[in-house]
C-alpha cells in the first residue's frame, strides 16, 4: 500500500520559515518525481513545485521562486519543501504528489497524493 505522509506544517509569521517534509512507502521512491501542490480555501489546487527523480531538476511556481526550495532523499524516501519569506498568500494546506517518472506541473497526472499539512501565515 503506497502511503504518503506530510508533516511540518503549522503557523507562522510572515517573513518566518517551515520546512515540510514528505515521507514515501509502498513505492519504488528513486522512480518517482514527486510534486509539492497547494490548495487554499475557496481556490483551486495550485502546483508549487516539483523534483526529477533524481534530484536534478527541479521547478517552481513563479511567485514562490527564490523563496521555496524543494528537495529529496532517496535514502529515506522523503521529500522537503523549505519554505522561507512566507507570505499570508502562501496560506493553504499543502499536499505532496508522485509521478512515475517525469515531472509535471499538473495535478491530474499525479497519482499517488498525501492528505496534507496545513500552513497558516499569520501575525
Known amino acids: 500500500q503506497v502511503q504518503l505522509v506530510e508533516s511540518g506544517g503549522g503557523l507562522v509569521q510572515p517573513g518566518g520559515s517551515l520546512r515540510l517534509s514528505c515521507a514515501a512507502s509502498?513505492?519504488?521512491?528513486?522512480?518517482?518525481?514527486m510534486g509539492w501542490f497547494r490548495q487554499a480555501p475557496g481556490k483551486e489546487r495550485e502546483f508549487v513545485a516539483a523534483?526529477?527523480?533524481?534530484?536534478?531538476?527541479?521547478d517552481y511556481l513563479d511567485s514562490v521562486k527564490g523563496r521555496f526550495t524543494i528537495s529529496r532523499d532517496n535514502a529515506k524516501n522523503t521529500v522537503y519543501l523549505q519554505m522561507s519569506s512566507l507570505k499570508p498568500e502562501d496560506t493553504a494546506v499543502y499536499s505532496c504528489?508522485?509521478?512515475?517518472?517525469?515531472?509535471?506541473?499538473?495535478?491530474?497526472?499525479?497519482?499517488?497524493w498525501g492528505q496534507g499539512t496545513q500552513v497558516t501565515v499569520s501575525s
Open positions: 504528489a508522485g509521478r512515475f517518472v517525469g515531472t509535471t506541473r499538473n495535478p491530474l497526472l499525479y497519482r499517488y
Open positions: 523534483i526529477t527523480r533524481s534530484g536534478s531538476i527541479t
Open positions: 509502498g513505492l519504488p521512491f528513486s522512480n518517482y518525481a
